[in-house]
């Protein structure tokens, strides 16, 4: 049945004005405007009829292989984007983005020479092309973005997550801005709001640092009392005093790429500290090893001393032998260097013979051998030991008796301090590698003579100890079994 | 050579399981056989039976105790400054506070881990190879309990379960299981002698300020790992007050009359062993800091509270 045209024109902009009203939110069903025409249902059963028709459009026009792109050979799709739909809106704007790299309006990505990071900042480009002004779909976006941002290599760049505000929609009259104190508590979008709070909990976990940028947008775009400024604050101000109590900070991208001898570089920095330390990397003889290590380890041996340890190595007595401590564990951050430790057993400790020093004359010895004073070579008086007849009209102060407290302040540290020094010989050097055979640690000892020229007298033993780094057990090795027929009388249930 | 006995310090969990939420603090100590060639003693096979306590009508061992504080309190009072136990710390520059030179020392610590909710982390303490220090080790998992499922929604937020462990101090009773406040008087600085592993430790100071007000008073502590002792100096003003590890907005100073407990708590999420070698915990008074309030001058805490005035 036809409506003549007047009643349809009437019919529709009704309808138009209802739609706000009479979006679909059953359950998590949410419309998505595209392009004024294309109308996609974002809901868990779906035919995916237009998305398959967008992926064709993309596929037609694919790259040449002259392109500078490393992002093709992108990670798969993270476990995190369970909706098969938000993993192939991403596509679709990846794909979109990599044809316009290499056009004009990349003037402004000049200084951003990662092309991951590029991609990245293209695609959110162009969903704000498409989207316009009003956004819609936002919240979509974000939230996928947010879960792929270790594809691109940007956790780190505080820049990203600033570009991710531009994503909510500007302007005054969206009904998003909590300017007033009061009036704040009655205001809707709390949806909006609790979604930046989570773009700044992500910049906390990844370890971005915090711009005037980030808070100057959240408080235009959100107002002054709402969530996500107030977390804003937060993170600027406890970001500072946090990362202060770490010696060696290291950002989150910084730390993927390192390559495992720089994480054992760091990891010894971290072990031995000084800054004067001499680091070194020694080949090791591989026929004589009786292992074959994987891609990702350690094949040669890096070594640190600082020059209070080399020292020390050369006071050493060659008759006592010198020990190299089992492989033991270290972390550093999320990754485990494995070290070696180059130490003696301790000795009884000798008197400092050198730190005696030739002394000429003191006061008490001159007084006692010439009996005269020491300043002015004066005899002293007989009956009261002064210098001078007339000083007993002056008055006189015993400064023997000790009238301040310094003789009685105790001091507790340095009694416990040098306890372990009996038990616990001194360190000579520090090393690391992967290899569990003593052949490895021939290189060491060889490279190591170079510097330290008392090695080559002295005998060196390999003293394997089980570290419980390495040999510890998941679960605890005194439980008991529930299932256990003996279980309660064991517990002394009866 | 090595010793048959050990003492050790276990965390209790799934051991004995309770039907109540109540917390379950760890085993005391207990003699447990170490064995042969295994010079570190980590793995014990066999454990002496639990005694569970005597239930008595008139609890007389705990009379007999508070009439030993009682006793003590009363000399205190009387007695000239110079020997008054309170007023000593003015005149002293270090107070050790827990050394750990014999194995008696370990009864005053007990441990958690996440056994208590459902997790698989297990922790231990004792008294090192060298019988001067303490050890702390165990393995953290992240493994998530049974109790805590994950929602079949896709759209549902799935957060990541990270394990811990701590050990924390016994509080001091004194008179009919009146809790008695540890003394941060008189000094500026928390000093510690420790052999870490390389992870981030918490160390954690109590404050009771009554009516179930409790505040935890935190500051990490990067350890270095390796064969070196380290020395780690925490001022007062650098703790940070937090509510259930959540750092708080509004910082108010310490209460030094108030503080329970101490505690080094484990929680940066990797799975692994870990281990913590502590020689001594001592205060020490720096005047390179100041002595009261903290360091943490908020500007923006009149837009952060709530009314915004």
Redesign the interface.
């Known amino acids: 049945m036809q409506l003549p045209k007047a009643c349809e024109a009437v019919c529709c902009k009704f309808f138009r004005l209802l739609q706000p009203l009479c979006k679909p939110i059953v359950g ?1 069903k949410v419309l998505v405007q595209h392009n004024g025409a294309q109308v996609f249902k974002r809901s ?1 059963n779906t035919t995916q009829v237009t998305w398959q028709r967008l992926q064709k459009e993309s596929t037609e026009n694919e790259i040449d292989d002259e392109s500078e792109i490393v992002a093709k050979d992108l990670e798969p799709i993270d476990s ?1 984007l ?2 098969e739909e938000d993993a192939s809106l991403l596509e679709h704007y990846i794909n979109k983005a990599k044809h316009d790299l290499g056009s004009f309006e990349d003037i402004e990505y000049m200084d951003v020479f990662d092309p991951n990071k590029k991609l990245y900042y293209k695609m959110v480009d162009l969903w704000l092309k498409e989207a316009g002004e009003t956004r819609r779909g936002h919240r979509e976006f974000i939230v996928t973005v947010m879960h792929a941002m270790s594809r691109f290599n940007v956790e780190s760049d505080i820049s990203a997550y600033t570009k991710l505000l531009d994503c909510f929609p500007q302007g005054e009259h969206t009904g998003l801005k909590r300017d007033h ?1 009061f009036l704040a508590a009655f205001k809707d979008k709390i949806a909006d709001h609790l979604l930046g709070d989570k773009l700044i909990r992500l910049i906390a976990e990844n370890g971005a640092i915090p711009n005037e940028e980030l808070h100057n947008k959240t408080t235009d775009l959100f107002g ?2 709402s969530p996500t400024t ?1 977390a804003a ?2 993170i600027l ?2 970001y500072g ?2 990362v202060s ?3 060696y900070p290291m950002s989150v991208s910084d730390f993927k790429q390192l390559s495992p001898i720089e994480v054992a570089f760091y ?1 010894l920095r ?4 000084g800054l004067d330390g001499n680091y070194q990397c020694f080949p090791v003889d591989k026929t004589k090893c009786t292992e074959i290590l994987d891609a990702g380890k350690i094949d040669s041996i890096i070594s640190v001393q600082t020059p209070e340890q080399q020292t020390l190595l050369a006071k050493h007595d060659p008759m006592v032998p010198i020990f190299i ?1 089992g492989p ?5 951050r ?1 990754k ?2 494995q ?1 070696y ?1 180059m ?1 003696t057993d301790p000795r009884n400790k000798e008197p400092d013979t050198a730190s005696k020093s030739h002394i000429l004359a003191t006061k008490d010895w001159w007084t006692d051998f010439y009996k005269t004073d020491w300043k002015t070579d004066k005899k002293f008086q007989k009956d009261s030991g002064k210098l001078y007849s007339s000083e007993w009209l002056f008055p006189t102060i015993h400064c023997d008796k000790n009238l301040s ?1 310094k003789s ?7 009694q ?2 040098k ?2 020094e009996a ?2 010989g001194p ?1 000579y050097a ?1 090393a690391c590698t992967d290899y569990n055979s003593p052949a490895a640690l021939q290189g060491w000892i060889k490279g190591l003579v170079q510097t330290n020229k008392k090695l080559a007298l002295c005998s060196v033993v390999f003293r394997e ?5 390495l ?10 079994d ?1 299932h256990d027929p003996n279980f309660l ?5 009866q | 050579m090595a010793n048959p006995l050990v003492w050790v310090l ?2 209790a ?5 309770s039907l109540t939420a109540a917390r379950r603090i760890s085993t005391g100590l207990r003699l ?1 056989q170490n064995d042969e060639g ?3 003693g ?3 096979k066999k ?1 002496t ?4 306590p005597q239930r008595l009508a008139i609890h007389w061992p705990k009379f007999r105790q508070s009439w030993k504080h009682i006793q003590f309190d009363i000399k205190n009072r009387f007695s000239p400054m ?1 020997k008054q136990q309170h007023l ?1 710390r003015l ?6 506070v827990y ?1 750990f ?1 014999n194995p008696d020392d370990l009864r005053y610590w007990y441990l958690m881990t996440d056994e208590d909710i459902g997790g ?1 982390s ?1 922790s231990e303490l004792r008294q090192s190879k ?1 019988e ?2 303490a050890l702390f ?3 953290l ?1 992240n493994r998530r309990p049974r109790d805590r499922l994950l929602s079949e929604d ?2 549902a937020e ?1 957060p990541r379960f990270s394990g811990f462990a701590f050990m924390e101090t016994k509080p001091f009773i004194t008179v009919l299981d009146k809790v008695e406040f540890m003394s941060f008087i008189g000094f500026n600085v928390i ?1 510690l ?1 420790i052999r870490g ?3 981030k430790y918490m160390l954690e100071a109590h404050c009771d300020l009554g009516l179930g007000y409790n505040l935890m008073y935190t ?4 350890t ?6 380290q020395e780690v100096k925490i001022p007062y003003c ?1 703790l940070i007050a937090s509510k259930k590890s959540g ?1 708080l ?1 509004k910082q108010s100073p310490m209460d030094l009359h108030k503080m329970t407990n101490f505690r080094f708590l484990l929680n940066d999420g ?1 799975e ?2 870990f ?1 913590l070698e502590i ?2 915990i ?1 205060f ?1 008074r720096d005047y390179n800091f100041p002595f009261e309030d903290n ?2 001058y ?1 500007p ?1 805490l009149p ?2 509270s709530n ?3």
Request: a negative charge; aromatic letters at 14%.
């Open positions: 998590n868990i995190s369970d909706i104190w002054k009392f107030f604050r937060s101000f406890w005093r946090l109590f770490n010696k990891g971290q072990i031995n500290p401590e033991n564990l270290c972390y550093f999320e485990t260097v070290y430790v130490r407290s009685e302040i105790e001091r507790d540290i340095c416990i301090e306890d372990t038990v616990e360190v520090i100890e089980k570290s419980f780094m040999n510890a057990p998941t679960t605890d090795p005194t439980e008991i529930i009388e064991d517990a002394g249930f | 276990h965390s969990g799934r051991r004995f399981p447990m295994d010079e570190s980590i793995t014990v454990e039976p639990h005694k569970p110079k000593k005149t002293k520059e270090d107070h050790v050394y030179r698989y297990w060298n001067m220090t080790r165990g393995y998992s896709p759209l799935r000093k002698r592993d390389g992870r500051a990490p502590v990067h270095n790992g390796g064969p070196l002792w650098k750092l907005s990797i692994g062993p281990q020689d001594y001592a020490e360091d943490y908020d923006w837009i952060n009314s915004g005035g």
